[in-house]
């Protein structure tokens, strides 16, 4: 019997840059479905550390021992990115509470406007508490993020706070 979940997924965001805690879920994604596509999100109205090229070939180097996965990015609405890849759902991951209110609405309105569907990771408890944020903020005081982040990413941090 075919599973009505083989196509591809997506999980997006602007992994600036990609954290442990985004890794578990790609791990854990890439058992369930059939290809995941890593969306880095270009938003020239964000300012961040990497740039997409940069964050691209991170997130490549740190998921190279996934061999269903696919790192790409894209600008505009999710939904059309999704049209144009055949990609009928997206794979987040979710922390805590105060994450619930808005990927809840994002996820009903991807829905009502591209017919996407959402599924929800929970994230690892070890990892409940990690945003890119948090790991930049530590690597600029010069604090380890050798448990927040892969070792490329640490490597890095360090290349631009030196
Ligand atoms: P944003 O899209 O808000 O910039 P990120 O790029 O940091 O967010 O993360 C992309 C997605 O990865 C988030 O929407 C969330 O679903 C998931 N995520 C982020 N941090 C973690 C974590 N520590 N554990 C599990 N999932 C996470």
């Known amino acids: 019997m075919t599973s009505k979940l083989s196509g591809p997924v997506v999980c997006p965001g602007s992994f600036d840059p990609v954290t442990l805690g985004h ?9 369930q479905f059939e290809k995941v596509v890593i969306a880095v999100l270009q938003n020239p109205a964000k300012s961040n550390l990497f740039s997409v ?11 190279a021992d996934l061999s269903n996965i696919e790192v790409t990015s894209f600008e505009g609405l999710l ?12 794979v987040k991951g979710l922390r805590a509470v105060s ?3 808005y ?13 996407v569907e959402t599924f929800f ?20 005081y010069g604090g380890s993020v050798d448990l927040l982040v892969p070792t490329n990413v640490a490597a890095a941090l360090s290349r631009k706070f030196s």
């Open 121 to 140: 990771m929970s994230s690892n408890p070890t990892y409940s508490f990690l945003s890119s944020s948090m790991a930049k903020e530590v690597a600029k």
């Open 53 to 63: 090229e940069e964050r691209i070939e991170l997130l490549v180097d740190a998921t």
């Open 23 to 31: 890794l578990d879920i790609f791990h854990r994604a890439s058992k």
């Open 79 to 90: 939904v059309d990115f999704c049209k144009r890849k055949n990609i009928t759902a997206i």
């Open 99 to 101: 994450d619930f209110d």
């Open 103 to 115: 990927e809840l609405q994002m996820a009903q309105l991807n829905h009502q406007i591209g017919g």
